[in-house]
Each structure stands twice: as C-alpha cells, then as structure tokens.
C-alpha cells in the first residue's frame, strides 16, 4: 500500500511557476513509476508527465519545454516543476504510483492560473 500527499498548488497568474510536491509513504518508492495527471472541469483526466524506476522522464506535448518532473528517492518524493504557466494549465493535479498492474492516486492539488 502507498499513500500519496500532493502539496503546491495555488492561484497564480499567467507566466509565473509554481512547484507541486508529492511525499509517498512505503519503502520500496524507488520500484515505482511516478507520473503526474491532472483534470480540468468537465475533461477527463490526463496524462502530465512521468519520472519512471530507472530515471527517464516522458511529457505531455503540452508541457514539453515548460515543466519539469523529478524525483527523490531518498525522500520518497516527486516534484512537478511548472514555469510559464497558461490559464489552460488550471486543473486539479493528481500524483500517481504505479507498479506494473497496481497504481495509485494521492487526493490532488489545484492550480489556477488567471489574470
């Protein structure tokens, strides 16, 4: 079992960062891969970025050259680094563990991004 606590989101305006954390509780955190999803209201929830077991990181096209994704494996957590926020990156943030069929879900963090 792993529980999952995001932390970071906020209200910002259009261009700032924010940086959302995620402390996962259980031992073995470094098996897992660690992704971030979020969910805007009335879409369903979408892929955001990955840092897999081995080290590699995978982005959504929408994020690609804006946030980042890393992890500390020392302390059992996982960032999402977001620079040059849009009003279109507003959602609700989720962290996730998955393990090859088990996964995850923390309880999620919102970010607003608006004038």
């Known amino acids: 079992q792993v529980q999952l606590v995001e932390s970071g989101g906020g209200l910002v305006q259009p261009g700032e960062s924010l940086r959302l954390s995620c402390a996962a509780s259980g031992r073995i955190f470094s098996l897992y891969n660690m992704d971030w999803y979020r969910q805007a209201p009335g879409n369903e929830r979408e892929f955001v970025a990955q840092?897999?077991?081995?080290?590699?990181?995978n982005y959504a096209d929408s994020v690609k050259g804006r946030f980042t994704i890393s992890r500390d494996n020392a302390r059992n957590t996982v960032y999402l680094q977001m620079n040059s926020l849009k009003p279109e990156d507003t959602a609700v943030y989720y962290c996730s563990a998955h393990y090859y069929t088990v996964r995850y879900w923390g309880q999620g963090t919102q970010v607003t991004v608006s004038s």
């Open positions: 840092a897999t077991s081995s080290g590699s990181t």
